[in-house]
């Protein structure tokens, strides 16, 4: 069974750095692209960030490049996502996605 | 880059046939296969259409997918509605590398 299950969110100042991650479970996950989503309250879905199996390319949307880092580590079957510079706009829930096949997400507030 | 565009809301009746559709601003539709998410208020998005007409194991075949180049649009159909059906549906496709989702389009079974 596939299972994603993302940690790190909470509440930061805007600003303020805030490190996400997810592992990954019940697939071959050095072999596949690895997502993060997100939601803000009310919104929907928007592509955040991508990388390849090895991590040797990384894609970004527009609303995050300069200020997000995403990275993997396949000996432990997980990506996280390194979000610095927050806005209140980064406010939202955060998933994890591998193709159809999404984590629960986290919630990350940017709030002073 | 291009965009994906859904109307905001639909509604119908239960045991009714309903299409939600999906736009491509630029570029052919065809191009890239295009996914659909269903989406209840506090849950997380549940794929119900993979590669344009692909239904996941356990996705009823009410729910059906299409494209359609001359329009360069998506269409997920859901036919027989049911209350359960009521929640939001977004398309998804690919740009190259990266991901594009449409607005939502908000179903109301009433």
């Known amino acids: 069974e596939v299972q994603l299950v993302e940690s790190g969110g909470g509440l930061v100042q805007p600003g303020g750095s805030l490190r996400l991650s997810c592992e990954a479970s019940?697939?071959?996950?050095?072999?596949?692209?690895m997502n993060w989503v997100r939601q803000a309250p009310g919104k929907g879905l928007q592509w955040v960030a991508n990388?390849?199996?090895?991590?040797?390319?990384?894609y970004y949307g527009d609303a995050v490049k300069g200020r997000f880092t995403i990275s993997r580590d396949n000996t432990k079957n997980s990506v996280s996502l390194q979000m610095t510079s927050l806005r209140v706009e980064d406010t939202g829930v955060y998933y994890c996605?591998?193709?159809?096949?999404w984590g629960q997400g986290v919630q990350v507030t940017v709030a002073s | 880059n291009f965009m994906l565009d859904q109307p905001h809301s639909v509604s119908e009746s239960p045991g009714k046939t309903v299409t939600i559709s999906c736009t491509r601003s630029?570029?052919?539709?065809?191009?890239?296969?295009v996914q659909w998410y269903k989406q209840r208020p506090g849950s997380t998005p549940t794929m119900v259409i993979y590669?344009?007409?692909?239904?996941p194991s356990g996705v009823p075949d009410r729910f059906s997918g299409s494209i359609d180049s001359s329009s360069n649009s998506a269409s997920l159909t859901i036919s027989g509605l049911q209350t359960d059906d009521e929640a939001d549906y977004f398309c998804?496709?690919?740009?190259?590398?990266?991901?594009?989702f449409g607005g939502g389009t908000k179903l109301t079974v009433l």
């Open positions: 996605a591998w193709g159809g096949f």
């Open positions: 019940g697939f071959m996950f050095s072999k596949y692209w």
């Open positions: 990388i390849r199996q090895d991590g040797g390319e990384k």
């Open positions: 630029s570029g052919n539709i065809a191009n890239n296969y």
């Open positions: 590669e344009d007409n692909q239904r």
């Open positions: 998804h496709s690919y740009d190259r590398d990266t991901w594009v």
